[in-house]
């Protein structure tokens, strides 16, 4: 399995910005995928989550402001971003939550103010 993430970018402060992450393979469909980001000096951090099925969770930093949706058609998940603060700014990453993992390269994402 191969994750690809893209989508990042430059925006400023209350800007939106829409990640994704297409993954290779046939268990796409089947699997949880998280989204996950470091800022610079900082831990990797969860974002969001969506299930199989469709259900969603968020930390509550991002919640109400970041949407999680995947198309399963085009082994595609994606992280819809609104009123971006600089805070936001990292590399977010894609993860396939299967044992072991997968994960994507990463997307630089940075808010300016």
């Known amino acids: 399995v191969q994750l690809q993430a893209s989508g990042g970018g430059l925006v400023q402060a209350g800007g939106s910005l829409r990640l994704s992450c297409a993954a290779s393979?046939?268990?796409?469909?089947?699997?949880?995928m998280r989204w996950y980001r470091q800022a610079p000096g900082k831990q990797r951090e969860l974002v969001g989550t969506?299930?199989?099925?469709?259900?969603?969770n968020y930390a509550g930093s991002v919640k109400g402001r970041f949407t999680i949706s995947r198309d399963n058609a085009k082994n595609t998940v994606y992280l819809q971003m609104n009123s971006l603060k600089p805070e936001d700014t990292a590399v977010y990453y894609c993860?396939?939550?299967?044992?072991?993992?997968?994960w994507g390269q990463g997307t630089q994402v940075t808010v300016s103010s």
């Open positions: 969506i299930t199989s099925g469709g259900g969603t």
């Open positions: 393979g046939t268990i796409f469909s089947s699997v949880a």
């Open positions: 993860n396939m939550v299967v044992f072991g993992g997968y």
